[in-house]
């Protein structure tokens, strides 16, 4: 699984070097709604830094019936056009979460809660409407660094809608 995360890597970054750059927003400002072990939502911002490249922070929540989640997230993304205003997009980043879950399961009596640090990728497609209106949808491939919970590795994917300015 890893080979492949690291090929898939490569590819991205070799494809990046190829790609024709598109001209994108200063600001953008909305949501970004998915999933990755529970529906949430995430408070989204783009800051562009040139005509292809952009930083993008979230800052969401997550929650199952027994786990809640509250994460930042910050990316480094590089957009490429594809044709009119369709857009692709990848980046890296990282960023920090606090989760609280119901160890037992007893109904809210049995609490637990940590906090963890996450590297995150990102792949992506947007659509940027000639009125300030950005629609995108990516997947966000997070490895986790803490012992409290079972897996290491969580894939999230989700529908984003920002207003550009």
Not at 29 to 56: A, H, I, K, S
Not at 142 to 153: A, H, L, P, R
């Amino acid at each position: 699984m890893m080979k492949k995360l690291i090929l898939s890597a490569i590819m991205v970054v070799g494809l990046a070097f190829t790609a024709q750059a598109q001209e994108i927003s200063k600001n953008a400002l909305g949501l970004r709604l998915g999933d990755n072990d529970g529906f949430g939502g995430e408070v989204t911002y783009q800051r562009g830094l040139g005509d292809n490249n952009r930083l993008e922070l979230d800052l969401g929540w997550r929650n199952s019936n027994n786990y809640d989640a509250v994460k930042l997230a910050g990316l480094y993304q590089w957009v490429w056009n594809i044709d009119g205003g369709f857009n692709w997009y990848a980046g890296v980043g990282g960023g920090l979460a606090n989760a609280s879950y119901d160890k037992g399961f007893n109904n809210g009596r049995d609490k637990d809660s940590y906090t963890y640090l996450f590297a995150a990728g990102d792949i992506g497609i947007e659509y940027n409407f000639d009125i300030p209106l950005l629609l995108s949808l990516d997947f966000r491939p997070e490895v986790y660094f803490t012992d409290n919970i079972d897996k290491d590795f969580g894939p999230d994917i989700a529908l984003g809608i920002k207003y550009q300015f």
